[in-house]
T-cell receptor, first 112, second 114 residues
């Protein structure tokens, strides 16, 4: 069945470090791919998305490229800030349906 | 309102009692989802509703859990005979029509079974 696998956390970085959070997926067809972020004490909110192969989603300095050949959607940011500390979820919406599959989440801590 | 609204925001209940959690989706959104997030864990899919189609209940963990969506809008998740392992944050999300649209989440209901 469809699934999403994220790198395990927590990930601890110093401010201004480079961030990569890996995400790979298994799905039939051509799913849409998403990254959601959950800041402490808040609900989930969409960070970025990509709807077809080779699309790049970007927002707030974060980027992720839909790689169909490697079934990946890795999240990157060139210079993290303390305010980026949160839990990041990779997700896919299945083709032709409405089922949403989320990864387990990766907690990021950024130290000043 | 502009977003997905869930109530109550917090609920403490005694083991064995029934609870109802409410979700008001964004107006016009055709899909509605319930998830459970246990402490430090990811999102566990429970159920989703899509328009007038039969709901996908494949994620409900036991027959103590049920959900309904009235008039294609408000949804209620009911947990009967609550157990301590039911303690978690229950998240609701809604999504507009279209395959590439994103889901919008509510703030969640934190359920504590004592």
């Amino acid at each position: 069945g469809d699934s999403v696998t994220q790198m395990e956390g927590p990930v601890t970085l110093s401010e201004e470090a480079f961030l990569t959070i890996n995400c790979t997926y298994t799905a039939t067809g051509y799913p849409s791919l998403f990254w959601y972020v959950q800041y402490p004490g808040e609900g989930l909110q969409l960070l970025l998305k990509a709807t077809k192969a080779d699309d790049k989603g970007s927002n707030k300095g974060f980027e992720a490229t839909y790689r169909k050949e490697t079934t990946s959607f890795h999240l990157e940011k060139g210079s993290v800030q303390v305010s980026d500390s949160a839990v990041y979820f990779c997700a896919l919406f299945t083709t032709g349906g409405f089922k949403t599959i989320f990864g387990a989440g990766t907690r990021l801590f950024v130290k000043a | 309102g502009a977003g997905v609204s869930q109530s109550p925001s917090n609920k403490v209940t005694e083991k064995g009692k029934d609870v109802e959690l409410r979700c008001d989706p964004i107006s016009g959104h055709t899909a509605l989802y319930w998830y459970r997030q246990s402490l430090g864990q990811g999102l566990e899919f429970l159920i989703y509703f899509q328009g007038n189609s039969a709901p996908d209940k494949s994620g409900l963990p036991s027959d103590r859990f049920s959900a309904e969506r009235t008039g294609g809008s408000v949804s209620t998740l009911t947990i009967q005979r609550t157990q301590q392992e039911d303690s978690a944050v229950y998240l609701c999300a809604s999504r507009p029509r279209g395959e590439n649209t994103e889901a919008f989440f509510g703030q969640g209901t934190r359920l504590t079974v004592v």
